[in-house]
């Protein structure tokens, strides 16, 4: 079992920055594959990026140059660095794990925090 707990979300005005971070529980935390996925008000949950287990990244191309996932396995937690942010940035932000090849589908993750809201003032 892990469990997930993000922080780090907050109201920010376009072009500003904002880090999330993810603590995980559990002692195997560097054996998962790490994902950032988000979900705006009526839209459907959507892949943001993926750190693998050996910190291999793979982005969406909407945040591509502007977001950078990292992990840091002796501290059990997943960031994303959000740069240059645009108010269509503004959503849910959770993270989640899987064990296992890294992956775009969320529904290949097995756990989920509970989210965080990141708002984009324009």
């Known amino acids: 079992q892990v469990q997930l707990v993000e922080s780090g979300g907050g109201l920010v005005q376009a072009g500003g920055s904002l880090r999330l971070s993810c603590a995980a529980s559990g002692r195997t935390f560097s054996s998962y594959t790490m994902g950032w996925f988000r979900q705006a008000p009526g839209k459907e949950r959507e892949f943001v990026a993926v750190?693998?287990?050996?910190?291999?990244?793979y982005y969406a191309d909407s945040v591509k140059g502007r977001f950078t996932i990292s992990r840091d396995n002796a501290k059990n937690t997943v960031y994303l660095q959000m740069n240059s942010l645009k108010p269509e940035d503004t959503a849910i932000y959770y993270c989640?794990?899987?064990?296992?090849?890294?992956?775009?589908?969320?529904?290949?993750?097995?756990?989920w925090g509970q989210g965080t809201q990141v708002t984009v003032s324009s």
């Open positions: 750190s693998s287990r050996s910190a291999i990244t």
């Open positions: 989640a794990a899987k064990t296992g090849l890294y992956s775009d589908l969320g529904n290949a993750y097995n756990y």
